[in-house]
């Protein structure tokens, strides 16, 4: 069984360098909702941050139904990240993640102003699919597993809970 170091240390390493994610929410008729986000923080602690507008779909979701999914997907590596998302008001917290060009998200206002919002998602389980070498090499190591009968081979997968 693996550490918590260990699961971090494999998730940051499969989510790193990819800086948009999709966040998945349940919008009040029970409906999944999938939308494009960048995860601010990319070093994998166990939480993932992402900013929002104050009324927006996402962060009105939140409120409602705080269990969310995370997918990250890159040249044949595939993490879902499922957890418990929360609004978060911190100044300083907006101040730590805030890059400049989120000013063009927030017409031109900054971490300080009310409407902009962080979304922290506490991530309890994840599922991963590793296959390092990209997706040719995935294809040519499936092949090469299928005629030796050595399927478990061809891919690197678990399921984890934090």
Known sequence: MPTQKEVNEKINEMIKGIPVAMFVTMDHNGTFRSRPMTTQQQEFDGDLWFFASRGSDVSK??????EVNVA????????????????????????????????????????????????????????????PNGVIGNAITVVKAVLSGDEESAIDSGKIKF
Do not use: C, M
């Not at 979701?61 to 705080?66: A, C, L, T, Y």
């Not at 978060?88 to 971490?111: A, M, N, R, S, Y």
């Not at 962080?118 to 994840?126: F, G």
């Open 61 to 66: 979701e939140v409120e409602q139904n705080p």
């Open 72 to 131: 990250y997907s890159e040249d044949g590596n595939y993490v879902s990240l499922s957890g418990k998302a929360a609004i978060v008001t911190d100044i300083q917290k907006k101040k730590d993640l805030w890059h400049p060009e989120l000013k063009v998200w927030f017409e031109g206002k900054g971490p300080e102003a009310p409407e902009v919002l962080l979304i922290k998602v506490n991530a309890r389980e994840a599922q991963y699919w590793d296959t």
